[in-house]
């Protein structure tokens, strides 16, 4: 069982934006700004989206967004493409004996 | 921009211990960031295995701590993993990668996985 609680899939149409989330605890997501999200497409490595909760990486489309709430934080893809269609990890910093933790994935459908 | 690419054995017996190396190019890695692995069981989601800081501090996943060993090699600017006591449950791709910004834990940069098989 992952540390952090993903939906298994969500779907959207091209044009749509979908909300991906990410629940942690007050010792992980909640407590600290440290949040990261990666893309992964099948057979390929994941690619950093998003860290510190809502940052960019350079070259990532400004379509992807993150924000946090509480101990739940939220990947947020607006305008869905077709290349859009992946899966999506989170990952937090941790204050418990684990340094980092992953969320167990969603896969994006897009329709 | 730097560039992680692991290498090791694809077959490891099953008790035995699974050993990868990660070779990374145009950064040193003892100037700074934490050096990771992470695993991906085929269909499956990502598992952290460690990490470790530019100054040779180490981090582990507790469920694999006992079993895990994670090294720098500065003279060859690589650094390793070992896992001892294999069964087929650790059967998986195995990245290595780097954090985005400094002494965070973020994977920016990562290699491009190999695929590990524990079968007799």
């Known amino acids: 069982q992952s540390a952090l609680t993903q939906p298994a899939s969500v779907s959207g149409s091209p044009g749509q934006s979908i909300t991906i989330s990410c629940t942690g605890t007050s010792s992980d997501v909640g407590g600290y700004n440290y949040v990261s999200w990666y893309q992964q497409h099948p057979g390929k490595a994941p690619k950093l989206m998003i860290y510190?909760?809502?940052n960019r990486p350079s070259g990532v489309s400004d379509r992807f967004s993150g924000s946090k709430s509480g101990n739940t934080a939220s990947l947020t893809i607006s305008g869905l493409q077709a290349e859009d269609e992946a899966d999506y990890y989170c990952?937090?910093?941790?204050?418990?004996?684990?340094?980092?933790?992953f969320g167990g994935g969603t896969k994006l459908t897009v329709l | 921009q730097v560039q992680l690419q692991e290498s090791g054995p694809g077959l490891v017996k099953p008790s035995e211990t699974l050993s990868l190396t990660c070779a990374v190019s145009n950064y040193s890695i003892s100037s700074g960031y934490y050096w990771g692995w992470i695993r991906q069981p085929p269909g499956k989601g990502l598992e952290w295995i460690g990490s470790?800081?530019?100054?040779?501090?180490?981090y582990y996943n507790p469920s694999l701590k006992s079993r895990v060993t994670i090294s720098l090699d500065t003279s060859k600017n690589q650094f390793s993993v070992k896992l001892s006591s294999v069964t087929a449950a650790d059967t998986a791709v195995y990245y290595c990668?780097?954090?985005?910004?400094?002494?965070?834990?973020?994977?920016?940069?990562w290699g491009q996985g190999t695929l590990v098989t524990v079968s007799s």
């Open positions: 990668a780097r954090d985005y910004t400094v002494g965070s834990t973020d994977f920016g940069y």
């Open positions: 470790i800081y530019h100054s040779g501090s180490t």
């Open positions: 510190d909760v809502s």
């Open positions: 990952s937090s910093y941790t204050s418990s004996s684990t340094l980092v933790v």
